[in-house]
């Protein structure tokens, strides 16, 4: 799996997220909203999710291993830093 695009798309309300992002996995699948939080220790990734009837929130789409969540959140956060930094 090759993340071959990652779109930024800054929030500009103030809280916790800071940005949605869409990603392009082989040139060939797209996943969109994933959102960045700025969380107690530090920016993470939150993967697109929708709430149930019971109120909880469920994934639609998420790395399997933890091994490709890093590698995803790894690559998303350097490209939201950049992002940032072009972006002020």
Request: glycine letters at 4%; zero cysteines; charged letters at 35%.
């Amino acid at each position: 799996m090759n993340i071959t695009d990652i779109r930024v798309r800054k929030v500009t309300k103030e809280g916790k997220m800071k940005a949605v992002v869409s990603i392009t996995i082989d040139d060939a699948f797209v996943v969109h909203d994933i959102k960045v939080i700025d969380g107690d220790k530090g920016l993470f990734i939150a993967m697109p999710s929708r709430k149930t009837a019971e109120g909880e929130y469920r994934d639609i789409a998420h790395p399997i291993s933890t091994e490709s969540r890093e590698k995803l959140q790894e690559q998303i956060l350097a490209e939201y830093e950049k992002f940032m930094a072009e972006n002020p």
